[in-house]
Antibody, heavy 119, light 110 residues
Framework: EVQLVESGGGLVQPGGSLRLSCAAS????????MSWVRQAPGKGLEWVAN????????YYVDSVKGRFTISRDNAKNSLYLQMNSLRAEDTAVYYC????????????WGQGTLVIVSS | QSVLTQPPSASGTPGQRVTISCSGS????????VYWYQQLPGTAPKLLIY???QRPSGVPDRFSGSKSGTSASLAVSGLRSEDEADYYC???????????FGGGTTLTVL
């Protein structure tokens, strides 16, 4: 079964840091682009960042550039999101998602991990 | 303010056909594929339509997608109570070098 499991969320103060992880299983991880997508409480979805299979390309939404870093470890079938200089507006459920090789699209998604930035 | 524009809400009665629009620009919808996602309450989103009008296996043919120019739409026919959910359109944006989402449409079955 194709599965993505996020971890690492929690409560952090403004200006603090947090590292999210996403463990992948059931598919060949290094064959796929991977993305992080977030959803603030009661709001819509927002794509955050993605990374190519060999880590040679990474893209970010403007609001997190210079603060967030996406990375992956293909040997561990894992995706990461290092979040620094966190702001209240970064409060959200963070989902990791596989970008399908054939046809595109995010599928599947993990269950999400909640990040709360508050003092 | 989302890059792709969707109506915040849509509704219909059981059995009806409902369409949800998604408006963008030449840098996103006009030049790239559109994808649609369904998010049931309290769950992660699910891929509903890929490459404008293709359904992944397991998605009922009551769901269909189309694209014309810089706009796209999702149609749900034979509306059922379990279709109550939030629906999002997505496309790659060449100017932003990133994926852009619509603001989402909440579909209510009356």
């Amino acid at each position: 079964e194709v599965q993505l499991v996020e971890s690492g969320g929690g409560l952090v103060q403004p200006g603090g840091s947090l590292r999210l992880s996403c463990a992948a299983s059931g598919f060949t991880f290094n064959n796929h682009w991977m993305s992080w997508v977030r959803q603030a409480p009661g709001k819509g979805l927002e794509w955050v960042a993605n990374i190519k299979q060999d880590r040679s390309e990474k893209y970010y939404v403007d609001s997190v550039k210079g603060r967030f870093t996406i990375s992956r470890d293909n040997a561990k079938n894992s995706l990461y999101l290092q979040m620094n200089s966190l702001r209240a507006e970064d409060t959200a459920v963070y989902y990791c998602a596989r970008e399908r090789k054939e046809g595109g699209g995010f599928d599947p998604w993990g269950q999400g991990t909640l990040v709360i930035v508050s003092s | 303010q989302s890059v792709l524009t969707q109506p915040p809400s849509a509704s219909g009665t059981p059995g009806q056909r409902v369409t949800i629009s998604c408006s963008g620009s030449s840098s996103n919808i006009g030049n790239n594929y559109v994808y649609w996602y369904q998010q049931l309450p309290g769950t992660a989103p699910k891929l509903l339509i890929y490459r404008n009008n293709q359904r992944p296996s397991g998605v009922p043919d009551r769901f269909s997608g189309s694209k014309s120019g810089t706009s796209a739409s999702l149609a749900v026919s034979g509306l059922r109570s379990e279709d109550e959910a939030d629906y999002y359109c997505v496309a790659w944006d060449d100017s932003r070098s990133g994926w852009v989402f619509g603001g989402g449409t909440t579909l209510t079955v009356l």
